[in-house]
């Protein structure tokens, strides 16, 4: 059974350029959803995809995007990057049809912002 | 606003102690769950609770949900370095969204 991995693992970025990160699911889930966890904090929700459409999104301004293929993969789209953008971004799959919703994170992707 | 707040969010224990993190959310959430996460790296999933009165145990560490106080807590039994990371709580009210803790930072000191 293969993991969650998302890609890069670390990324350097200039305020106001654009970011794509990408997550693969784990084997047999569907459902994806993004977290964007600052230093000393917990994660936060940024959205999840199910069936190829977001199902859910928490407190983020549009230039957060995101898609999910028919493999179950995603990405993360970030636009007009700021500095404050910079973060752990934490991908996670699930099943959607599982009553306890489990979700299995994926190692994660440091964002720093410059 | 939905709130998560846990209890302590620092905690220095020597080796062999007991303690206890309490997790408090301020709405409805039938399903609680517990992560933990060491430094720099993912989450890691400890434990589901899916119901009042659940309760579940892996090796030092039990995990206990009353819904109707809203109050999850994780107990820490005879501690060891091994224990050591930062442990997250999260509800999900509705749909899909997790809402999580502030963490507790645990340090296990020989």
């Known amino acids: 059974e293969t993991g969650v991995t998302q890609s890069p693992t670390h990324l350097i970025k200039t305020r106001g350029q654009q970011v794509t990160l990408r997550c693969s699911s784990q084997s047999g889930h569907n459902t994806v959803s993004w977290y964007q966890q600052a230093l000393g904090q917990g994660p936060q929700f940024i959205f999840q995809?199910?069936?190829?459409?977001?199902?859910g999104r928490g407190n983020f301004p549009p230039r957060f995007s995101g898609l999910q293929f028919p493999n179950y993969s995603s990405e993360l789209n970030v636009n007009a990057l700021e500095l404050d953008d910079s973060a752990l971004y934490l991908c996670a799959s699930s099943r959607f049809e599982v009553r306890s919703y489990e979700q299995y994170f994926g190692p994660g992707t440091r964002l720093t912002v410059t | 606003e939905l709130k998560v707040e846990q209890n302590p969010l620092f905690l220095s224990m020597q080796e062999g102690k007991n303690y206890t993190i309490y997790c408090n959310y301020s709405?409805?959430?039938?399903?609680l769950y517990w992560y933990r996460q060491d430094p720099g790296k993912s989450l890691e999933s400890l434990f589901v609770l899916l119901s009042n009165g659940a309760v579940k145990q892996e090796g030092r560490l039990m995990a206990s949900l009353d819904t109707k106080a809203r109050l999850s807590t994780l107990h820490i039994t005879a501690a060891v370095h091994d224990l050591s990371a930062t442990y997250f709580c999260?509800?999900?009210?509705?749909?899909?969204?997790?809402?999580f803790g502030t963490g507790t930072s645990l340090t296990v000191i020989p």
């Open positions: 999260a509800v999900v009210p509705t749909g899909n969204q997790f809402y």
């Open positions: 995809y199910y069936r190829e459409e977001e199902n």
């Open positions: 709405t409805t959430s039938d399903r």
